[in-house]
């Protein structure tokens, strides 16, 4: 699973590195095609005649949504909650995602491409005039205005009411002024020039305009207030805010049935999660001629939810890769597709633990170099994926294709290898005592020494949490457990599920959790179509949720979104590929830990389908065919 950082899409593709894997080969299925390159299956051409229905999509264990305001805290911003549920009512201002690629959809998109001017301090943004609100009201650039405004009273209120956040980086802290000089116009001016590229698709990309005719009061029933007075865009925030907090409300709450996306919450189960959609008949963007309801079904395990794709109740959902050797069971009534997301997967180092000196042994390069070569990358996509995934070493793979790969990460920097990991820790003054427990023995700071901070007799002894779905997750730590107990690394696991992790463990304002794990494994990130690691890798990232802190990671990722070196994000993903700041894993082909299925009786915009593994979910593409 993914927590939500911005995913945002450029039009700008290379060709797909040698090393990537591609998926066909581990299946039992006889008739697999490949679709895009790496890809798992293939997505039909369009077909039939539309028809509406009822359309059923499955939703992972532990995954439902828990916010509905498109400005969302980092507790709550996984990729369900914004991607699969606010972007179904409220699009974002650019749509930077194209079916498998890392590529703006230009006619998703709520604007035209941003133009700059002033030394790259003044972006202008023309809102496209086809889209408008379900009330009727037509959406315009004060809306957008009022997104930015509120998000800036957010974390005004605290730095955690926005989960990309960064201090005095990006939006909203960067932005002087606003203003907008007709009703599709708004112009921002910066506090100092950037990277046009990086404000695009990764700061104005998550711009998620709100409905300021309808939304900006302080109370249900107040007058509209102004909401470019701070004073005012703080209360509202407060009032919008605690109107989300109130999942009860969801679909009875007039506020959330205003909406610009393509359907309108009808109900939402707040102890399941599930929901149903109608859809919005204002709705100004591309779509089916015949749109269907949509009904979200949260299921409580990954057997549970591959047995109603078995009987044919689901119309869109996975097959667990578990599953995978019997995909050929389902293939007469399900399409199938499967490809790795732009994003990275990894086991999360807590370099703020204290516990045994944690945060001292992993802040040792060469102890997270080690746990590298525990990892056995091609080992989990033969046994745990079926051979539908693709090994991947740093935050920015080599598929989907991105011209931001660096060299470094095309090739295992770290190959397996249980030898070279007991070699490296004997040569850091660690006695190995294979089986067992390792202790440092030569205690200091020199090159054959255990490192700063590290007393002699302290043992290479700490736990990992991890979320029990996927079941892949586990599948892989318990390897990687067994693989570092030959080397004397004792790793103690703990179970943990992925909402629970994320708004808590995930959460830097939460230092009381700093002491609860070493290690942790809730899933991954989605990159930005640039991506850079702002927010995630950079010291005061709000996403930062281990504390890796690292001065010439920082020099690079500001160098990506400050300068314009186009090379410079791809040197920011060099750097952090060899400095591991975390045990990157191999991306399974799709989300969830599994292969996208949908029924062989929908049909629609191809890429509609594609994306799916790239967690968007777009059924207003989609119809019966019969």
């Known amino acids: 699973m993914r927590v939500a950082y ?34 798992f299956g293939k997505v039909p051409a369009e077909h039939g005649t539309p028809h509406a229905g009822n359309i059923t999509v499955a939703f992972p264990p532990g995954a439902t949504p828990t916010w509905i305001m498109p400005v969302t805290p980092s507790a709550n911003g996984s990729v369900y909650t ?14 930077l995602v194209n079916g498998v690629a890392p590529a703006e959809y230009r006619p998703m998109s709520l604007a035209a491409d941003p133009v700059w001017s002033n030394s790259d301090r003044t972006v202008t943004i023309k809102v496209k005039s086809n889209y408008k609100w379900s009330d009727g009201q037509p959406l315009i650039s004060k ?28 939006i909203p802290d960067q932005i002087t002024s606003m203003s907008t000089p007709d009703n599709s116009t708004l112009v921002i001016n910066l506090n100092k020039s950037v990277n046009p590229t990086w404000f695009w698709e990764d700061e104005l990309g998550a711009v998620v305009p709100m409905p300021s005719h309808a939304w900006a009061k302080a109370s249900a029933s107040g007058p509209t207030l102004d909401f470019t007075n701070p004073a005012n865009a703080t209360k509202i925030y407060n009032f919008l805010s605690a109107q989300s907090k109130s999942t009860k409300t969801y679909s009875t709450n007039p506020l959330w049935q205003v909406v610009d996306g393509p359907y309108k919450l009808t109900t939402f189960d707040n102890t399941t999660g599930a929901f149903t959609m109608t859809p919005n008949s204002a709705y100004g963007g591309p779509h089916t001629s015949a749109m269907s309801k949509l009904t979200a079904v949260p299921f409580t395990s990954d057997t549970a939810e591959f047995n109603a794709i078995k009987a044919g109740s689901i119309d869109a959902g996975y097959a667990p890769l578990v599953d995978l050797p019997q995909i050929s069971s389902i293939e007469s009534t399900y399409n199938v597709f499967g490809y790795p997301d732009f994003g990275w997967s990894y086991v999360a180092y807590n370099f703020k633990d204290k516990t045994g000196d944690f945060n001292n042994i992993i802040a040792q390069l060469y102890i997270r170099q080690a746990i590298a070569h525990l990892e056995d990358q091609a080992g989990y996509i033969k046994a745990f994926f079926h051979g539908a995934g693709g090994q991947a070493y740093g935050p920015v793979p080599s598929i989907p294709a991105s011209p931001y790969t660096p060299a470094n ?26 089986g067992g427990t390792d202790v440092c023995s030569k205690a200091g700071t020199g090159s054959g020494d255990c490192g700063a901070g590290i007393p002699a007799g302290t ?23 067994s693989k570092a107990k030959q080397a004397g690394i004792n790793i103690t696991l703990a179970s943990s599920n992925f909402n629970y992790m994320i708004a808590n463990y995930n959460v830097v304002s939460k230092p009381q959790f700093n002491n609860k794990w070493a290690m942790e494994d809730f899933g991954g990130f989605t990159n930005s179509t640039y991506p850079t690691t702002l927010g995630v890798f950079n010291c005061t990232g709000s996403f930062n949720i281990g504390g890796y802190c690292d001065h010439t990671a920082d020099n690079l990722i500001q160098a990506s979104v400050n300068g314009s070196n186009p090379s410079a994000v791809k040197d920011e993903a060099s750097y952090l590929t060899a400095n591991q700041p975390a045990l990157f894993q191999p991306n399974p082909d799709s989300p969830n830990g599994g292969i996208v299925v949908f029924s062989k009786q929908m049909s629609g915009l191809p890429i509609s389908f594609e994306s799916l593994s790239q967690f968007q979910l777009n059924p207003e593409f989609w119809y019966f065919v019969k």
């Open 409 to 434: 990460a095309m090739v295992n920097p770290f190959p397996f290898s249980v030898t070279d990991a007991v070699n490296l820790l004997k040569a850091h003054g660690w006695t190995v005592n294979a």
């Open 6 to 39: 911005p995913a945002i899409r450029m039009a700008v593709l290379a060709a797909v590195g040698a090393t990537a894997l591609a998926a066909c080969g581990g299946s039992s299925s006889s008739n697999q095609q490949l679709g895009p390159s790496g890809a």
């Open 459 to 481: 043992k290479l002894a700490f736990n990992l949490v991890y979320s029990t779905s996927p079941q892949i997750i586990q599948e892989q730590i318990t390897d990687l457990v």
């Open 143 to 170: 809306d957008v205005e009022f997104w930015l405004d509120e998000l800036a009273a957010g974390v005004k209120v605290s730095p955690a009411n926005w989960g990309p956040y960064v201090p005095k980086l990006g």
């Open 82 to 95: 914004a991607f699969q549920f606010q972007y179904e009512m409220w699009r974002p201002l650019y749509w």
